[in-house]
């Protein structure tokens, strides 16, 4: 004998949006108003109240990342002691109560071995809380007074030779407020995290660029000097001859030679991938729908693509087109291998689109007749 049951179980399918934190910086530095606390500054944001009156270099780099980020900025500031020596403490406190897509070290460094230590904590904020981020650094700029340009780069350069730390650029302070203007043109809503910062559509660099830095012997910053840098890995702008503004280069990563992670926008988009994915896999921990049947693998390839078919979207208007994120995913773009009964692996492949950065035209007369 038995009675009759009804049961109305409420399924989730895990079809909703998946968060967005690209684009939201944290930026650490020196300061005395709020040390220790992790404090969210935006477009309409008083820094004389958050950050003090005092023109601090974290606050000068904030302001300049607030200005070329544009519309919708939105950021996190930590304050550190003037000591330094807790400085990842203090970042590894942050990363409890709020998540960045990238940390900007406002302070500037003097040695290989720093730039390995952010590289570390960067591993170490993946370990820890399965959040990838990269770091934006800083070295000094050059003494007007004391060094030539020759003797500056010589100087700077071995803080970037022979590190490898894919999650690591490095902008000299050639202006006083080139670190926090980089970070915001990463910041900027206007482009993607695959565009690079070179970008010259997007328009010249926002604040007070055209009074150029000199060395002790009045010899003015050239584009000379901007190859040398940029050739030992350093972040550094740019201008073009009869070309109005100020722009950036690449947004270099030191990254091993031959690396995939040598420009920031090949690490942005995967990174941002990742992000995306993980939420998925947790979803699917001990979900007997992931299987090792054929069905089931055709159904989670689906699954696990969505994100990349999120950031595939192009957008066509009048002919002109704006491509997304990625290339559209083929079917050979995620692989699901089962290891043994409840181990499983999937690759998934992110191919960027071409980039131009080197651009040669020829011209040739015609001079047949007709």
């Known amino acids: 004998m038995s009675l009759g049951t009804v049961q109305i179980n409420r399924l989730n399918l895990i079809q909703g949006a998946l968060p967005e934190i690209e684009r939201h910086f944290l930026f650490v530095g020196e300061g005395t108003e709020n040390v220790g606390s992790v404090v969210a500054v935006g477009v309409k944001t008083d820094l004389d109240d958050v950050l003090g009156e005092a023109d601090t270099v974290l606050k000068t780099q904030v302001e300049a990342a607030r200005l070329n980020a544009g519309q919708n900025f939105s950021a996190s500031v930590i304050e550190v002691d003037a000591t330094g020596e807790a400085t990842m403490d203090y970042i590894d406190a942050a990363m409890e109560i709020t998540s960045c897509e990238a940390i900007v070290m406002v302070e500037p460094v003097s040695s290989a071995a720093e730039l390995e230590s952010m590289h570390a904590e960067a591993v170490s904020i993946l370990s820890k809380y399965m959040r990838p981020v990269f770091f934006i650094a800083s070295v000094r700029g050059i003494d007007a007074v004391t060094e030539t340009w020759a003797a500056y ?55 007070e660029w055209s009074d150029r830095p000199s060395d002790m012997d009045g010899n003015g910053l050239t584009m000379a000097h901007l190859k040398q840098l940029d050739t030992v890995r350093f972040s550094v702008p740019q201008w073009y001859l009869d070309y109005p503004g100020t ?12 690396g995939d992670y040598q420009v920031v926008e090949n690490l942005r988009v995967v990174q941002k991938a990742m992000r995306r994915v993980y939420p998925l896999a947790v979803a699917r921990i001990g979900d007997r729908r992931l299987n090792s049947t054929p069905a089931s693998i055709a159904e989670n390839k689906s699954y696990f693509m969505r994100p990349l078919r999120a950031m595939d979207k192009s957008v066509t208007i009048l002919g002109l087109t704006f491509p997304g994120e990625i290339h559209p995913p083929t079917d050979e773009a995620i692989e699901i291998v089962w290891l043994d009964k409840t181990t499983v692996e999937i690759y998934l492949m992110v191919r960027p689109y071409n980039c131009p950065k080197d651009i040669t035209v020829n011209l040739a007369l015609d001079l047949s007749t007709e």
């Open 153 to 207: 780069i010589a100087a700077i350069t071995p803080i970037t030779t022979d590190v490898a730390a894919d999650r690591v650029c490095v902008v000299p302070y050639l202006w006083d407020h080139a670190l926090g203007a980089f970070a915001g043109r990463l910041c900027n809503r206007a482009v993607t995290v695959a565009d690079t910062p070179m970008r010259v559509a997007t328009g010249s660099m926002v604040g």
């Open 247 to 258: 722009y950036w280069g690449d947004g270099n990563m030191l990254d091993i030679p031959g």
